[in-house]
Each structure stands twice: as C-alpha cells, then as structure tokens.
C-alpha cells in the first residue's frame, strides 16, 4: 500500500503561486500514475493534473498553462506549482496514485484564493 502525505496550501491571494506537495511513503518509481484531484463544495472530485502511465502529463483545461505539475524521485514526491490563482480555484485539492491497482488519496488540502 501507499500513504501520501500532502503540505502546502492555505489562503492565498488572487494571483498568488503556491506549491502543493505530496510525499509517497514508497518510491514513485513503483507506482503506475499519480496526480492531483480537487473537490469544491457540493461538486465532484475532478482531475487537476497528472503524470501518465508513459511519463507525459495531463492538465485540466482550467488550469492548463497556470499549474504545474512535477515529481522529485528522490524525495519520493509530487508537486504542484499553482500559478495565477483565481477565486474559482479554490477547492480541497488530493494527491492521488494507483499501485498495484489500486486508488490511494492524500489527506486533501483547503486552498482559498481571495479576490
């Protein structure tokens, strides 16, 4: 199994750029995808970015040349760099990953942009 640990988030003015990270408790080379999710209030968890099975990644139109997404093997860790934030970014933000065919989630993260 996996436990993702996140950090990072908080209350953030507009246009603010802050990272979220999220350390796996086993290498990342041994898992299959991992990524980040976001649920606001009242609507479904949606996919934010993440790492494909072959490497490449993959951006939710919304925030598609605002965040990115990356990964440190050596730490074992994801992150997040979220650029140009917008009110409507905020939500509950997760890591997630799939090993071993199974999904694992991150404790989840309240970010707040303030207009």
């Known amino acids: 199994q996996v436990q993702l640990v996140q950090s990072g988030g908080g209350l953030v003015q507009a246009g603010g750029s802050p990272r979220l990270s999220c350390a796996a408790s086993?290498?990342?080379?041994?898992?299959?995808?991992m990524g980040w999710y976001r649920q606001a209030p009242g609507k479904q968890r949606d996919v934010v970015a993440r790492?494909?099975?072959?490497?490449?990644?993959i951006y939710a139109d919304s925030v598609k040349g605002r965040f990115a997404i990356s990964r440190d093997n050596a730490k074992n860790t994801v992150y997040l760099q979220m650029n140009s934030l917008k009110p409507e970014d905020t939500s509950v933000y997760f890591c997630?990953?799939?090993?071993?065919?199974?999904?694992?989630w991150g404790q989840g993260t309240q970010v707040t942009v303030s207009s």
């Open positions: 997630y990953a799939d090993y071993a065919g199974r999904a694992y």
């Open positions: 086993r290498s990342i080379f041994s898992i299959s995808t």
């Open positions: 790492f494909t099975g072959g490497g490449n990644t």
